[in-house]
């Protein structure tokens, strides 16, 4: 059986057990948030010992090298002495700088980053906050554009982490931060290949940070941005966007809407259904896909089908936070 060694104590980690479950277990706090080894927010170090391989999937060869894994896909086969990212100097801080109202729904979040942190439009960050908690959120802001970090923030009732950036006493506070992360980015090289962008709710984030990134990069190769939405309550960004598309004669806007009634200029029915009745060939796509994974798991099929390569299709990560397992659960 083996044991895991953290702030002074060793703990045993019974078989099935992750390192984060027993961490939990034991009364720490560990950031987590998918606990399906997505979003990366549980990383730890192992100053000894070797993490299971499968823990380290994914991961940059940086980290793996200092002996970074996620807590929540580690059962280890050996002793491990650990400490959390925090602890080993890994990630930077930002100060929540402001929250405005993008839709009744949506907020967007400035952070203030520090003066070194460098990301490309579309990755994704993980926020701590104060109290341990962790999510994460695509960055819709692009560096040649914005002075802060943007996000767009789904204020969910009884979300615990948009109710606290929403909330004013935040206003001024630090939070940790983690990343950026992900694949879903502009890469300069071949600025006439067509971009098709299609996302649901806040999956809108990356995607605009995508199109606006690659316009801003002198991309002259059509570029059609799919946002869809159970009603048009969910539907944000709209005149924003529709003036992105009046200054710029390659970039196409489709918003749509699950459930009607659809006002003028916006789509009534299912948006993949929508997008691929109007780009019917996704041959010499690049193809960005974010939001419910019900939407992006068969759409990356579908867009292969269409004539996208698989290499050219890019797919947000994201899974839905998921509950920590309570103490007593784990007993
Ligand atoms: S990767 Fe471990 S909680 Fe998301």
Redesign the pocket.
Known sequence: VARIHFGGNAYTVHEGSTVLEVLEREGHTVP???????????LVRATKGTPPAAAQAGLKDTLIAQGYF????AEPGEDLEIISAADSGLGTTATVAGVRPLSARVVEVALRPEPDFAYWPGQFVTLINPEGVARSYSLASVPAHDEHLLLQVAVLPGGVMSGWLTAPETLGTRVQVQGPHGNCFYVPGAPGQPLFLLGTGTGLAPLQAIARDALHQGHTGEIHLFHGALTEEGLYQVDELRAVEAAHGNFHYHPGVLRGPAPAGIHEGKIDEHALATVPSLAGHRVFLCGAPELVRPMQRKAFLAGASMQAIFADPFVPAAAPVTPESCA
């Open positions: 987590s948030s998918c606990r399906s080894g997505v979003c990366q927010s549980c996620l807590a929540c896909r």
